[in-house]
């Protein structure tokens, strides 16, 4: 079995890392709009410790400066690495990224991805989604080694 190229290989895993912080992180519109319709005063006063055992009531996986660094140089800033993603590869890497965080039964298959985005009718292949893919992952590892001074 051949061994994939180390640069793909990390660019996918930032790219992977950086995807599963932007599903994480909070809608910031959404929470504003809420904050009107629900009052906070219950998550104030519950003690985690002497308090009963509410599964509603887990605290929200907090994130570190450094992932939401790599959130946003990623994805969020102006400028950011995903904007160097061609428009016509946009919706294939998103959708690639998608099922790769699924915990799904079979694992990883390219067929579908190629269902999910069009089949038959997309004129596309599934050996040719993957080379898309990889293509464009070692363009964005190019650049990102360049935003870093890596040689």
């Known amino acids: 079995m051949a061994r994939r190229d180390p ?7 930032m790219l992977l890392e950086a995807w599963e912080l932007l599903m994480r992180s909070p ?3 959404k929470g504003w709009l809420g904050s ?9 006063i519950r003690d985690k410790i002497m308090d009963y055992a509410d599964e ?11 992932q939401v660094r ?18 016509a590869d946009r919706a294939l890497v998103a959708v690639v990224l998608t ?3 699924w915990r799904d ?3 990883f298959r390219w067929e579908r991805v190629w269902e999910a985005l069009g089949g038959r009718e997309s004129g596309a292949t599934t050996d040719g989604l993957r080379v898309r893919y990889e293509r464009t992952l070692r363009r964005l590892g190019a650049i ?6 890596v040689v």
């Not at 640069?7 to 895993?13: K, L, N, S």
């Not at 990102?144 to 001074?149: D, F, K, N, S």
């Open 7 to 13: 640069v793909i290989e990390a660019t996918e895993d």
């Open 27 to 29: 809608d910031q519109e």
């Open 36 to 44: 009107g319709t629900r009052s906070w005063w219950p998550q104030i």
């Open 56 to 66: 509603d009531a887990r605290p929200r996986l907090q994130m570190g400066l450094k």
């Open 70 to 87: 790599l959130r946003d140089r990623v994805f969020v800033d102006v400028g950011c690495l995903a904007e160097q993603i061609a428009p």
């Open 99 to 101: 099922m790769k965080t």
């Open 105 to 107: 039964v079979g694992g």
């Open 144 to 149: 990102e080694a360049a935003l870093i001074g």
